[in-house]
């Protein structure tokens, strides 16, 4: 995904200007403190935490998206831009206060990757922190019907995954891997994570979940 990102990286930035809600509901209910963004993009949802009065930190593997971040943030002393990879986080244990995840674990291309991000998340995460994922929610007309089309022939045998295709202005097309995720599924995912579950729901297009670390 890093090359990936890279090349769509402004075109990307141009279509994330609003962070989500669910987003800004979770960071701002309650005592903060340090809060890492992972796959932070072009850092919309860590200038939420930064209106919060708190100090974020970003890791993305894109480095034109950490550069949108940089210019984003010039001059901020309260943020901290890091490149590196979800799989394996460069940050020692018990860190973080809060940890965001969204939109990031379904770029994971196995089910044993993903345990091991949702692994390196609880590692990082301070005891009686708490951490918020966002996936893509499977469950949509414009989804079924391009897994339809598409995993079959790229991906056999592996329901839920899919190439999506980003559309440049250059007329190029750029393929993006998705694991597209049921409810039922996310949860089972998180139920064999070492987290505790708190919530996990549906908000349009996306399934959001709440995860404890007791």
């Known amino acids: 995904m890093e090359r990936t990102y890279d090349d769509i990286a402004r075109e990307f930035h141009r279509t994330r200007s609003r962070p989500w809600d669910e987003v800004v509901r979770f960071i701002g209910s309650g005592p903060i403190g340090k809060v890492l963004d992972i796959g932070c993009g ?3 949802h860590m200038e939420v935490a930064l209106e919060n009065g708190t100090d974020a930190v970003g890791l993305d593997l894109s480095s034109n998206l950490l550069d949108i971040c940089s210019e984003r943030f010039a001059g901020n002393g309260q943020v901290d831009l ?17 940890v965001l995840c969204i939109a990031v674990l379904h770029h994971v291309p196995s089910r044993r990757k993903r345990q091991h991000v949702l692994g390196e998340m609880f590692r990082c995460l301070k005891n009686g922190g708490v951490a918020q994922i966002s996936v893509w929610n499977f469950d949509q007309d414009r989804f079924r019907t391009l897994f339809n089309k598409h995993s079959r022939d790229d991906f056999p045998g592996v329901f839920g995954d899919v190439t999506i295709p980003w559309h440049k202005s250059d007329g ?19 139920i064999r994570s070492p987290f505790s579950i708190d919530t996990v729901k549906i908000d349009r297009g996306n399934i959001f979940a709440q995860l404890g670390k007791d």
């Open 42 to 44: 072009n850092g919309r």
């Open 82 to 98: 890091v490149k590196g990879d979800a799989i394996s986080l460069p940050f020692g244990n018990g860190v973080f206060d809060r």
């Open 172 to 190: 190029r097309v750029v393929d993006r891997f998705y694991h597209l995720y049921t409810k039922e599924e996310l949860e089972d995912e998180l």
